[in-house]
Nanobody, 125 residues
Framework: QVQLVESGGASVQAGGSLRLSCSVS????????MAWFRQVPGTEREGVAA???????NYADSVNARFSISRDNAKNTLYLQMNGLKPEDTGKYYC???????????????????WGQGTQVTVSS
C-alpha cells in the first residue's frame, strides 16, 4: 500500500518562501509521475506542479517561475520549493502519484491514484 505524507506547510507573509516535502512509502516512487495539488474549501483541487520519473517538470501558469518541483529517488521524497508567495497561493497542498513513469495530463487530479492528507499553506498580505 502506498502512503504519502506531506510536511512543511506554515503561515507566511507575502513574498516569503516555503519548501514542502512529501515522503512516500510502498509502491515504486522512482518509477512514478508525482505531483502537487492545492485546494481551498469550496473549490476544486488545482494542479500546481508535476514531475516525471526522469525529472521533467510541468507547472501551472499561476506558479511558473516562482515554484520548483523536484524529487530525490534515493529518499523516496518529493519537494516543492515555493518562492515569492502570494495570498492566492493559500490552500491545503497535497502530493499525489500517478503510478506511471510519464505524467499523463499532469494537472488532472482524477488521473492520480494515491494521495496524502495534505499540509496547510497560508499566505497573508
Amino acid at each position: 500500500q502506498v502512503q504519502l505524507v506531506e510536511s512543511g506547510g506554515a503561515s507566511v507573509q507575502a513574498g516569503g518562501s516555503l519548501r514542502l516535502s512529501c515522503s512516500v512509502s510502498g509502491g515504486s516512487f522512482s518509477a512514478s509521475c508525482m505531483a502537487w495539488f492545492r485546494q481551498v474549501p469550496g473549490t476544486e483541487r488545482e494542479g500546481v506542479a508535476a514531475i516525471d520519473s526522469d525529472g521533467h517538470p510541468n507547472y501551472a501558469d499561476s506558479v511558473n517561475a516562482r515554484f520548483s518541483i523536484s524529487r530525490d529517488n534515493a529518499k523516496n521524497t518529493l519537494y516543492l520549493q515555493m518562492n515569492g508567495l502570494k495570498p492566492e497561493d493559500t490552500g491545503k497542498y497535497y502530493c499525489a502519484s500517478q503510478r506511471r513513469p510519464r505524467c499523463d495530463r499532469p494537472m488532472y487530479p482524477s488521473l492520480y491514484y494515491d494521495w496524502g492528507q495534505g499540509t496547510q499553506v497560508t499566505v497573508s498580505s
